[in-house]
C-alpha cells in the first residue's frame, strides 16, 4: 500500500471522532407509528436551520480543499515517480502546447508536448541550472511597415 494512501487514511480516521460527536449533540426525535398528530407538528425551519447546512456546507468544502491540497503537495514530495521519470520544469508555449524539462536516470531532456504528440527538442547537460538565463542582447531589426509586407505576401 502506497505511503501516501496511508497518510490519507490516517487523515480520515482523525475526522470520525468529531463526526461522532456532531452525530451525539443532536437528539433523534421520538417517532410514533401513524400518530395523527405528528403531520401537523412538523418543525419549522428558519434562519437557524438554514444557518446550520450553510456551516455544514462550509466544513465540507474545506475539508476538501485541505485534502486535494494535502494529496498535491504528497505528489511533489514524492519527486521521481515509482518508473524514474521526474518533471523538473513546464512552461505554455500556447493553448495546447507545452515545453518540459524531465529527468530520466539523471539525463535531463527539453521536450515539446502538444496535443497528441511529443517531440524531443534537444538533450540537455546534466550540470546545466533549469533556471532560464538572461537572454544575450540582440540589435533590434528595422521593422519593415504595411506596405512592405503587403508587397512580400503578393509576391512582388
Known sequence: MPSWAIKLATCGSLLLPLAARCAEAVPAPARRFAAPGAAASLPQTGMGGIGQVTVALLIVLALVF?????????????????????????????????????????????????????????VLSSNAPTAPTTPVATVPAEKPNFAQLLRRSLGR
Open 66 to 122: 485541505a485534502l486535494a491540497f494535502l494529496l498535491r503537495k504528497m505528489r511533489a514530495a514524492a519527486g521521481a515517480g515509482p518508473n524514474g521519470i521526474e518533471v523538473l520544469a513546464q512552461s505554455s508555449l500556447g493553448a495546447k502546447e507545452r515545453a518540459v524539462v524531465i529527468r530520466v536516470d539523471g539525463t535531463r531532456f527539453l521536450l515539446g508536448v502538444a496535443q497528441g504528440q511529443v517531440s524531443l527538442l534537444q
